[in-house]
Nanobody, 118 residues
Framework: VQLQASGGGLVQPGWSLRLSCAAS????????MGWYRQAPGKQRELVAT???????NYADSVKGRFTIIRDVAKNTVYLQMSSLKPEDTAVYYC?????????????WGQGTLVTVSS
C-alpha cells in the first residue's frame, strides 16, 4: 500500500485547511486510514481515523474542529481542519492499518507540514 499525502501549508489562526491522502496498491487489506501529527519536540499522536465501515475516531484536541472524510471511489481520505490554532502546527502524516489498533498503522505516507501562525 502506498499513501500520498498533500495539502499542507501556512495558515493564520482561525482559518481552515484540507489535507488529502490517496491510497494505492493492495487497498483491500486496509481496515482503517487516518491522520497523525508530530509537533516539534513532541511525540507523534493520532489525530483522526476512519474505518472501512465508516466509523470515525478523533483526538479530544480536535473534536468539533476537524473532520475526516473518505471518498471510496477515489481511495482517498481527507482531513478537513477548521478553526485552526497555533498548537495544531505539526507535520501531518497519513497512515493506514490492516488491524484495529490505531496506534500501530502498517503503512505510512510522507508527512505534510501544517503551520498555523499569524
Amino acid at each position: 500500500v502506498q499513501l500520498q499525502a498533500s495539502g499542507g501549508g501556512l495558515v493564520q489562526p482561525g482559518w481552515s485547511l484540507r489535507l488529502s491522502c490517496a491510497a494505492s496498491g493492495t487497498i483491500f487489506s486496509i481496515n482503517y486510514m487516518g491522520w497523525y501529527r508530530q509537533a516539534p519536540g513532541k511525540q507523534r499522536e493520532l489525530v483522526a481515523t476512519i474505518t472501512r465501515a465508516g466509523s470515525t475516531n478523533y483526538a479530544d484536541s480536535v473534536k468539533g474542529r476537524f473532520t475526516i472524510i473518505r471518498d471510496v471511489a477515489k481511495n482517498t481520505v481527507y482531513l478537513q481542519m477548521s478553526s485552526l490554532k497555533p498548537e495544531d502546527t505539526a507535520v501531518y502524516y497519513c497512515a493506514a492499518g490492516r488491524g484495529s489498533d490505531y496506534s500501530t498503522p502498517n503503512y505510512w505516507g510522507q508527512g505534510t507540514l501544517v503551520t498555523v501562525s499569524s
